[in-house]
């Protein structure tokens, strides 16, 4: 499944990275400590946090990760945006919390092949 | 960020007293102690250390060789491998700013070590330990753990430039003593926030009974 698919099923908003919608996406990952998403996530995942400072952009470059979900409606402050674009990561929004984005990213990702 | 444009910048915002706290490390503070030698800047060798909880914590100590010994512990217990890509080069210089390495280590990553045993290990090196900027979200002690825990061994908390003192005075109810900094990753932001105190030196062991408010020393708001 795309990026591009995801956005659209979760209704999602597409702060930035909009050239790397077509990414196939293998998985995801939930976790807000930055050390934790560096040392357990998988290239390809997409990654749902609540963080929002730039840090989360070099994290999720490093480990090649298919973008990020922001939850709680929060927007990525504005180096986080800048940094985005630069590197193309797609930065994605929901207005969901946590627990209900994983789970119907879950439900997506696992009904399918 | 090499010595010479730290202590320029310093000079420039008249700042007395420098702290240089690097993210888990302190391999670079002697390099800009030494290279302030000829100056009026007194330089403070410590770290910022990353908690296991993603918590920053300054450490501030009295001489290099207590900065080394935690310096240590810390790499001890610092997984993972610095991509300079993602990350930017972690340079290791001398006083006369020449590159003598690069580190290798996740400067920006977490240790292993919880709150509670990093704040245990800074003081007993004799060193000051300070929450780092707690008015913001990301990485500071309120922001990880949603509130300060009771009996902490925590010498201060520090705000950054965004908030004033009265404001902080009036969020965090005379908690702990607070100070304010820069947290400069730039130059140009050193100074941008800072403390006044009443010492009579420019040692940590003044800094200390400022921040205890001992011996007539303090902080001024």
Known sequence: ?113 | MSPARILASAKKKEIDILGICDHNSSENSLAVMKAARNTNVNVIPGMEVTSKEEVHILALFGDMESALKLQEHVYRNLPGKNDPEAFGMQVIVNEKEEVLGFNEKLLIGATTIPLEEVLQLIHRLDGVSIASHIDRESFSIIGQLGFIPDNLELDALEISPRITFEEAERRYANSYPITCSSDAHYPEDIGKGFTSFWLRDGTLTEIRKAIKNEDGRKLIH
Not at chain 1, 38 to 58: C, D, E, F, P, R
Not at chain 1, 85 to 103: C, D, K, T, Y
């Open chain 1, 1 to 113: 499944m795309k990026v591009k698919e995801i956005i659209d099923s979760l209704e999602l908003k597409a702060f930035s990275g909009q050239k790397n919608l077509d990414v196939p996406v293998t998985g995801g990952y939930t976790s807000d400590l930055l050390s934790d998403v560096i040392a357990n996530s998988k290239a390809g995942q997409l990654w749902v946090t609540l963080q929002t400072h730039q840090n989360i952009v070099a994290v999720a470059k490093l480990k090649d990760l298919a973008g990020i979900i922001i939850v709680n409606n929060r927007e990525p402050d504005e180096d986080t945006l800048m940094k985005a674009e630069e590197e193309g990561v797609p930065l994605l929004g929901s207005s969901a919390m946590a627990f209900e984005v994983s789970g119907k990213l879950y439900a997506l990702l696992t009904t399918r092949d």
